[in-house]
Structures are given as structure tokens and as C-alpha cells.
């Protein structure tokens, strides 16, 4: 199945959608952005997304999944309550 999107959504936007979808649903993050970009045909004008975009999507939905679950760890800093 072919996936789309609405071009004047950014890809931060997509990429922020997937990664609520993976924390909050538990799901994985391919599935994730297919989600997302399945969405994006209920628009008026959705285009289809070519695979160099969508892998660009997938490495930084990674990113920043990665990021989310280092910061998750992280101590606080002394004083914080």
C-alpha cells in the first residue's frame, strides 16, 4: 500500500506523530509512521511519499525515540524536588 502525506505538513510534524504513537501505544515505530502517513490521505491534496523520504522519516523517528528513552533516564540535577 502506497503511503501519503499532505506536502505542507512538515516532516518534524510526521515525525513527532510517530514517536507519540510509539510511546503511547507501545507500537513499533514502522507502524507507527504508517499511521501517520495513512492519515495524511484523508487531506485534500495528499502525494505520495517516495522512499527516500520515508526512510529519512524512519531514522529520525529513531533519533529521536533514542533521545526520549536517554533523557528518561537521566538523574536530576541536585536541588530539583
Same mark, same amino acid.
Given at each position: 500500500?502506497? =503511503?501519503?502525506?499532505? +506536502?505542507? &505538513?512538515?516532516?518534524?510534524?510526521?515525525?513527532?506523530?510517530?514517536?507519540?504513537?510509539? #510511546?503511547?501505544?507501545?507500537?513499533?515505530?514502522?507502524?507507527?509512521?504508517?499511521?501517520? =502517513?495513512?492519515?495524511? +490521505?484523508? &487531506?485534500?491534496?495528499?502525494?505520495?511519499?517516495?522512499?527516500?523520504?520515508?526512510?529519512? #522519516?524512519?531514522?529520525?523517528?529513531?533519533?529521536?525515540?533514542?533521545?526520549?528513552?536517554?533523557?528518561?533516564?537521566?538523574?536530576?540535577?541536585?536541588?530539583?524536588?
Amino acid at each position: 500500500m502506497p =503511503l501519503h502525506w499532505y +506536502r505542507e &505538513t512538515s516532516p518534524a510534524a510526521c515525525v513527532a506523530g510517530a514517536t507519540i504513537r510509539v #510511546l503511547l501505544q507501545g507500537i513499533e515505530p514502522d507502524e507507527a509512521l504508517q499511521q501517520t =502517513l495513512y492519515n495524511g +490521505r484523508h &487531506t485534500d491534496n495528499p502525494e505520495e511519499i517516495t522512499f527516500d523520504e520515508l526512510n529519512s #522519516l524512519k531514522e529520525t523517528t529513531q533519533a529521536h525515540l533514542e533521545q526520549i528513552r536517554k533523557s528518561a533516564g537521566a538523574v536530576p540535577a541536585a536541588g530539583g524536588r
